[in-house]
């Protein structure tokens, strides 16, 4: 073939590294937009980024010219260091080393958009622990739990 084409939709899941430096409500639409232009600036497309104080999920194309372990590297580095400059509250903020990364199908695709829109609601009843494991689970991830939390 003369051309290589793809389209690849991924849900981008990862935890703050300190509870006692959580994102606040009034950063959270800056934010979310920082990333979705960090999203763009390494040739993918974002289609939603939603979270709660301790982490965040987004759905995104990726482009076929990065990996994801890259283009979640470039997600975290600048959203972390955009962050630490809003004010002293964030100087210690971090992102946690890991992340989830799950392939979803084009026919998935809107109840992934949903289910991110919809974090505030789904976090009520369920704890990012819980939902995580239902995430490996559901997508037969092997993983060792002494491994898998560090706060």
């Known amino acids: ?8 939709y991924v849900h981008i899941v990862f935890h703050v590294k300190n509870r006692n430096c959580l994102l606040r409500k009034q950063e959270e639409d800056h934010l979310y937009a920082y990333i979705g232009a960090v ?9 939603e980024i939603n979270g709660v104080e301790d982490h965040i999920h987004i759905l995104c194309s990726m482009s076929k010219n ?5 283009l979640v ?3 975290k580095r600048h959203s972390s260091r955009w962050i630490k400059g809003k004010d002293n509250y964030y100087s210690k903020f ?6 989830g990364g799950f392939s979803v199908s084009p026919s998935l695709y809107e109840k992934t958009k949903r289910y991110i829109q919809n974090q505030e609601n789904h976090h009520r009843k369920t704890s990012f622990k819980e939902e995580y494991l239902l995430f490996l689970k559901e997508y037969r991830v092997d993983f060792d739990g002494n491994y898998l939390w560090t706060d």
């Open 94 to 99: 971090a992102w946690q080393g890991g992340y």
């Open 73 to 75: 590297e470039e997600i």
């Open 39 to 47: 999203i763009k600036d390494n040739g993918s497309i974002p289609f």
């Open 1 to 8: 073939m003369p051309q290589s084409l793809s389209q690849l």
């Open 66 to 70: 990065i990996s994801l372990a890259r």
